[in-house]
Nanobody, 123 residues
Framework: QVQLVESGGGLVQVGGSLRLSCAASGRTINTLYMGWFRQAPGKEREFVAAINWSGTNTRYPDPVKGRFTISKDNAKNTVYLQMNSLKPEDTAVYYC????????????????WGKGTLVTVSS
């Protein structure tokens, strides 16, 4: 079993920055494909960022590309999501997820999920 605990959410103004953290336990993150997803009010959950086992490959959807950066610290068994130039449409609950496979299978392939942390971007 893998437990994931997100932190770092909060209220930020448009154009501001936040860094989310996801602390993992039960398995080391260098054996997991890690991802961040988000769900805005009234919308479906969507993909935000992912990083592979070795940390050598990252992927982002167009809405966050160039503004968000996913990274990992194997020593701390923690994954981060640095979010810059935040927009009101980034307001959502952000979830950390882990996949035990070596390839990225998207949201449906994630095996473990955290409970989420709320990010609110005010204008």
């Amino acid at each position: 079993q893998v437990q994931l605990v997100e932190s770092g959410g909060g209220l930020v103004q448009v154009g501001g920055s936040l860094r989310l953290s996801c602390a993992a336990s039960g398995r080391t993150i260098n054996t997991l494909y890690m991802g961040w997803f988000r769900q805005a009010p009234g919308k479906e959950r969507e993909f935000v960022a992912a990083i592979n086992w070795s940390g050598t490959n990252t992927r982002y959807p167009d809405p966050v590309k160039g503004r968000f950066t996913i990274s990992k610290d194997n020593a701390k068994n923690t994954v981060y999501l640095q979010m810059n130039s935040l927009k009101p449409e980034d307001t959502a609950v952000y979830y950390c997820a882990a996949d035990t496979e070596v390839i990225f299978r998207g949201q449906s392939g994630m095996d473990y999920w955290g409970k989420g942390t709320l990010v609110t971007v005010s204008s």
